[in-house]
């Protein structure tokens, strides 16, 4: 990773891994249809469908069905329009926009559930990595942030439906899917060619597809071999150093199971836009708040929601990282976040 610039987005993105862009150069050299019945055709249909279980696998969703689109924005539409669901406060807008009404959350950004089999929830919280407890029967559960970083099995979790997308576990951008368990209706928004079966028409993006199944596989093994612990180390560390160099800090969620890369920090009387500037200019990715809201910083919704004014929801950052941070990287962005939070207080004094 490079010394001049840090990248401390991974919530956002996450870059894309070696396996994945190996994998996708492999799918470009196909040239048959999935749907297609000739010989390149069943190649390409082959490389779908082993995609297809890997993913499963790496998920816990065997017997489950994995039906591909565009990212989870569009699974979060074809799991949610029409079914007059109610979401936490704190939902992802991907999924909130097709929600009737939000469910109120407490200080630390958890739900208490009525009717699960009308609730749409997510499982970690993209902005806070607080991470909620799904009750069973649950409708939907937006899967896109803890997919890769945490454990867990879709089988297990008990939901009928799960948001996944590729390029928060270091695939390409441009796919994701919807896990649908066995039996459960999923009426296409997208008519035509009968793809997916039935539930999403449309040539499949067999290249993406291909690329999210290998950072799928690799995402599983990192998790296995620890990786992600040693991630939720570095991000305590980082939390320690920016407390102690400035007490008045508020690190949202601390105390909260959260995923183990995210740190939420707010800094009073330092806007978050003007934070991620200076860390920009100073060589370090940072963000203040969700990755889609077409590039604007605003207030965050989802810290109002928590019971935060809208004042310090505007003075809040996100910092996530990922694996290959070393120890050196977040005490280097430790030392250059407090030596300009020290500049912005003496401005404003």
Same mark, same amino acid.
């Given at each position: 990773?490079?010394?001049?610039?840090?990248?401390?987005?991974?919530?956002?993105?996450?870059?894309?891994?070696?396996?994945?862009?190996?994998?996708?150069?492999?799918?470009? @050299?196909?040239?048959?249809?999935?749907?297609?019945?000739?010989?390149?055709?069943?190649?390409?249909?082959?490389?779908?469908?082993?995609? $297809?279980?890997?993913?499963?696998?790496?998920?816990?969703?065997?017997?489950?069905?994995?039906?591909?689109?565009?990212?989870?924005?569009?699974?979060?539409?074809?799991?949610?329009?029409?079914?007059?669901?109610?979401?936490?406060?704190?939902?992802?807008?991907?999924?909130?926009?097709?929600?009737?009404?939000?469910?109120?959350?407490?200080?630390?950004?958890?739900?208490?559930?009525?009717?699960?089999? $009308?609730?749409?929830?997510?499982?970690?919280?993209?902005?806070?990595?607080?991470?909620?407890?799904? *009750?069973?029967?649950?409708?939907?559960?937006?899967?896109?942030?803890?997919? =890769?970083?945490?454990?867990?099995?879709?089988?297990?979790?008990?939901?009928?439906? =799960?948001? %996944?997308?590729?390029?928060?576990?270091? #695939?390409?951008? =441009?796919?994701?899917?919807?896990?649908?368990?066995?039996?459960?209706?999923?009426? *296409?928004?997208?008519?035509?060619? =009968?793809?997916?079966?039935?539930?999403?028409? #449309?040539?499949?993006?067999?290249?993406?597809?291909? #690329?999210?199944?290998?950072?799928?596989?690799?995402?599983?093994?990192?998790?296995?071999?620890?990786?992600?612990?040693?991630?939720?180390?570095?991000?305590?560390?980082? @939390?320690?150093?920016?407390?102690?160099?400035?007490?008045?800090? %508020?690190?949202?969620?601390?105390?909260?199971?959260?995923?183990?890369?995210?740190?939420?920090?707010?800094? *009073?009387?330092?806007? #978050?836009?003007?934070?991620?500037?200076?860390?920009?200019?100073?060589?370090?990715?940072?963000?203040?708040?969700?990755?889609?809201?077409?590039?604007?910083?605003?207030?965050? $919704?989802?810290?109002?929601?928590?019971?935060?004014?809208?004042?310090?929801?505007?003075?809040?950052?996100?910092?996530?990282?990922?694996?290959?941070?070393?120890?050196?990287?977040?005490?280097?962005?430790?030392?250059?976040?407090?030596?300009?939070?020290?500049?912005?207080?003496?401005?404003?004094?």
């Amino acid at each position: 990773m490079s010394m001049t610039r840090l990248y401390l987005d991974w919530n956002a993105t996450a870059p894309l891994r070696p396996e994945a862009k190996a994998a996708m150069v492999a799918a470009m @050299e196909l040239v048959g249809n999935p749907s297609s019945v000739h010989a390149e055709g069943r190649a390409a249909k082959s490389l779908l469908e082993k995609s $297809r279980a890997k993913i499963a696998a790496a998920l816990g969703a065997e017997g489950a069905d994995i039906v591909f689109t565009s990212g989870a924005t569009e699974a979060a539409a074809l799991a949610c329009a029409g079914r007059g669901l109610v979401c936490a406060a704190v939902e992802h807008d991907a999924v909130a926009a097709w929600c009737e009404s939000s469910l109120p959350v407490d200080g630390q950004g958890r739900v208490a559930v009525g009717d699960p089999t $009308r609730t749409a929830l997510q499982l970690a919280n993209s902005e806070t990595g607080v991470m909620q407890e799904l *009750p069973a029967g649950l409708a939907v559960s937006d899967l896109t942030q803890a997919f =890769g970083k945490v454990p867990f099995a879709f089988n297990w979790l008990g939901c009928e439906m =799960g948001l %996944i997308s590729a390029h928060k576990l270091g #695939g390409p951008k =441009g796919i994701g899917a919807l896990v649908v368990r066995q039996g459960v209706e999923v009426p *296409p928004q997208m008519k035509g060619g =009968g793809q997916e079966m039935g539930r999403r028409a #449309g040539t499949e993006n067999l290249i993406g597809i291909a #690329g999210f199944a290998a950072a799928a596989e690799a995402a599983a093994r990192d998790l296995a071999n620890g990786v992600w612990d040693e991630v939720a180390e570095l991000r305590n560390i980082l @939390e320690l150093q920016l407390s102690a160099a400035a007490i008045e800090t %508020i690190s949202v969620g601390n105390g909260s199971p959260r995923l183990p890369n995210t740190l939420c920090l707010i800094a *009073p009387g330092w806007k #978050g836009e003007t934070q991620v500037m200076a860390m920009d200019l100073a060589g370090f990715a940072v963000s203040a708040g969700s990755a889609c809201s077409s590039g604007k910083v605003r207030a965050s $919704r989802v810290l109002t929601a928590m019971g935060f004014s809208e004042t310090l929801a505007a003075q809040a950052i996100r910092v996530s990282i990922g694996p290959g941070v070393r120890q050196d990287d977040v005490l280097r962005f430790g030392d250059a976040w407090t030596a300009a939070y020290a500049k912005a207080r003496a401005r404003a004094a």
